[in-house]
């Protein structure tokens, strides 16, 4: 009986204060609404990208650290010939005096909005922006990192990918996968050096099963070269060199039973790369 009467309580007291919430949910997207406008050019078309999945076409994050969160619009100006590239851009407005203002804008051709978010890649406790275009099918995208330096965002790292993940150890690692043939890809991990970003052995390791879980699913379902050839480079990039050389055996195998001559000498040299680390590590 007590447990009903508490229910029954707490049903009356959240049924009261939904039309709040729904009020000051409508104020808020009737404000942004107004602000977004004021800024965003008539010919374009607010745009969400891609990844993380559920973004909206607006973030908020507080660049400055001075307690008032910036917003961050991404959105879309489309050619008018088509099927040209659209323009991609991203604006940052920041509250000054009561008043909202623009701060910072960039643009990139291209034909989609792959990525747009912030992560930390710097490691100093202030998170960076990310905006990662799609330039086409076989160019794959572009990712542009921007940091925040004297009240504006600058551009530190320019990486293009066809796939991409963030990785979180200490630092964020971004994983970028590069299209070889079909859907293979040469993968590399990659960690800013507090000057710049750069390849990071250690963060691949242990982002590697994530890359044998990809072509063991791929191999399960056909035995072709290319996936052993794509294969083996991450082996040999992971330090797993028993590994990588079973690989290349296998995919040369199966190469010299396709007549496949440039296949073959491809594994020959990636086997001197085995061996070549090998010997240095």
Known sequence: ????????????????LSPIFTYAEEKLNKDLKKIINEFVPPNSLLVSPEEPKST?????????????????????????????P?????????????????????TTQGVGLDYSGVADITGDGIKEYLFGV???????????????NNN?????????????ELISNNKVGIA??????????????LKWNEEKIVLDEELYYSYYPAIEKFYNDKLSKMDAWFYWYTLADAQIKANLFEKARSSIQ??????????????????????????KKKKSY
């Open 176 to 189: 970028i996968w590069q299209r070889y043939i079909a859907d293979t890809y040469f993968v590399d991990v």
């Open 56 to 84: 909206k076409p607006y973030q908020f994050y507080d660049f400055n650290q001075d307690g008032q969160e910036e917003i961050v619009i991404t959105f879309e100006i489309k050619a008018k010939v088509q099927p040209n």
């Open 134 to 148: 799609t330039i086409g099918a076989s160019a794959g995208n572009k990712l542009e990192i921007f940091k925040w």
């Open 152 to 164: 504006c965002l600058k551009m530190i790292a320019e990486v293009p990918y066809h796939m991409m």
């Open 250 to 275: 296998k995919g040369t195998t199966l190469a010299k039973q396709l007549s496949l001559p440039d296949a073959v000498e491809n594994f020959k040299q990636l086997n001197d790369k085995l061996e």
């Open 1 to 16: 009986m007590r447990k009903i009467l508490l229910f029954t309580i707490l049903a009356s007291i959240m049924l009261n």
């Open 86 to 106: 659209s323009q991609y851009c991203v604006i940052v407005l920041r509250k000054e005096n009561e008043r909202w203002e623009k701060i910072w804008e960039a």
